[in-house]
């Protein structure tokens, strides 16, 4: 995947990030026995946050002047593509994706010093870990309805609140929480404030396991629980704009993750298709088979190019909003489809509950819901395309 790309620095990145998966990575899996759908000790994680950084590629997809190495954004999505091809389950801690550079990398323009100092800079060297707490148990893609408030009091901000679904939150030191500080406007002035999540009346609880059966997402409460208000991040009232800008990029940031994993579903479906044998010979010599495979490796091209293409424009600063939009929808819904035929190539093994295809099958269900479900992106899509007849209406 994403063999066009030149850079050296890249290439030796890539490289390292293979050995770093083979001699440390799979060998932690198999030596404390945890996949995926179990529970990660805290401080496992924290070291293998620590680890990568030390090794050079914890803050690799940030730019030079924050300690990384200044890919661009096609770059980062060859990065990420191997990385979830690699078939390792700490695979996203490598980067941080659950928590760490990628999730502030694009934000820290708009912190404080301070802020920098206490809450970005710990993230950035593996020291701290993050998430962004937007979706609550009413509000999901009316992202706007939330209901979260701030109260000034005094110096303090008084928080009260229910954030769902939220990517990360189990292991997190931090949250990037969406309040409304101000009711009275319409829309509501929705503001980020950063709260820690060690405080009195905060509570990180999970009832629910995802469908990918990973313990990776929980809800936030929030009870009278009083932060700073220097913990205000990026103005009052800024929130939804802020929430709002990273929108795009990280929608296209999603779709080498999804091709990563479909390209592996697929490469296990080839070999598959080669060794087992039904009717005196192997089930690759059947046509319904050999044209499963040939629409997979089809649907993988398309997404391939599709997101090269995407993140090409993002790099040339290009407006990303319909691109990005339908990049998502299209390989959400693409890679699904191969993990789809990867099933059915797998036969009974590929409904067995555990086995790798199956989970990837699972996995990539659930990409077609957050960060905007198929739907929105539609929307987004179709407002993009209807927006000059309505200027000239
Ligand atoms: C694994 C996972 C991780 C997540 N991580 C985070 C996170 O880190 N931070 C965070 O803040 N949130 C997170 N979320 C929440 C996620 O962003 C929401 O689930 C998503 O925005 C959709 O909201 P909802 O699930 O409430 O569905 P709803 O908004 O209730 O939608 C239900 C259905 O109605 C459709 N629908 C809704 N509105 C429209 C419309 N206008 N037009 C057409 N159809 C519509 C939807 O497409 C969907 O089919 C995560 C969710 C999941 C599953």
Redesign the pocket.
């Known amino acids: 995947m994403f063999d066009h790309l030149t850079n050296p620095v890249l290439a030796e990145t890539r490289a390292g990030i293979r050995r770093f998966i083979d001699e440390e990575l799979l060998p932690l899996e198999r030596e404390l026995g945890l996949g995926s759908e179990d529970q990660w000790p805290r401080e496992t994680l924290r070291g293998i946050w620590r680890r990568s950084s030390e090794l050079g590629y914890y803050a690799a997809c940030l730019p030079q002047a924050l300690g990384g190495k200044g890919l661009n954004i096609q770059e980062q999505c060859a990065l990420k593509a191997d990385l979830a091809a690699s078939g390792s389950v700490l695979a996203p801690h490598v980067l941080g994706d659950l928590g760490g550079p990628p999730r502030v990398g694009n934000m820290l323009k708009y912190a404080t010093p301070a802020q920098l100092k206490q809450y970005f800079e710990p993230v950035i060297r593996g020291e701290k870990s993050t998430?962004?707490?937007?979706?609550?148990?009413?509000?999901?893609?009316?992202?706007q309805s939330i209901s979260t408030t701030a109260v000034a009091d005094g110096d303090a901000l008084v928080i009260n609140g229910c954030?769902?679904?939220?990517?990360?939150?189990p292991f997190a030191d931090f949250a990037i929480v969406?309040c409304i500080t101000d009711a009275g406007t319409t829309p509501p002035a929705i503001t980020a404030v950063l709260v820690d999540l060690d405080l009195p009346g905060v509570t990180v609880s999970s009832e629910y396991v995802?469908m990918?059966g990973?313990h990776?997402?929980a809800d936030i409460t929030f009870e009278n629980v009083r932060v700073p208000r220097a913990n205000i991040f990026g103005g009052e009232g800024n929130g939804f704009k802020l929430?709002m800008s990273r929108i795009n990029v990280n929608r296209l940031l999603h779709c080498p993750t999804m091709l990563g994993l479909a390209t592996r579903a697929y490469e296990a479906s080839v070999e598959y298709a080669g060794q087992r044998r039904q009717f005196g010979g192997p089930i690759a010599r059947f046509q319904a088979i050999q044209h499963m495979l040939a629409d997979m490796a089809a649907a993988l091209w398309a997404c391939e190019s599709m997101i090269a293409h995407t993140a090409a424009l993002a790099d040339s600063g290009a407006d990303l909003r319909m691109k990005a939009a339908a990049c998502k929808l299209f390989v959400s819904e693409r890679c699904f489809e191969v993990a789809d035929k990867a099933v059915q190539i797998h036969g009974n093994v590929g409904v067995t509950r555990g086995h790798p295809i199956e989970q990837t099958f699972r996995k990539l269900r659930?990409f077609r819901?957050?960060?905007?479900?198929?739907?929105?992106q539609?929307?987004t899509i179709a407002r993009a395309i209807l927006e000059p007849l309505q200027a000239r209406a």
């Open positions: 998430c962004f707490a937007l979706t609550e148990p009413h509000s999901g893609s009316d992202a954030k769902h679904y939220i990517s990360g939150a969406m995802p990918s990973q990776i997402d929430g659930m819901i957050f960060t905007g479900t198929s739907e929105i539609r929307n």
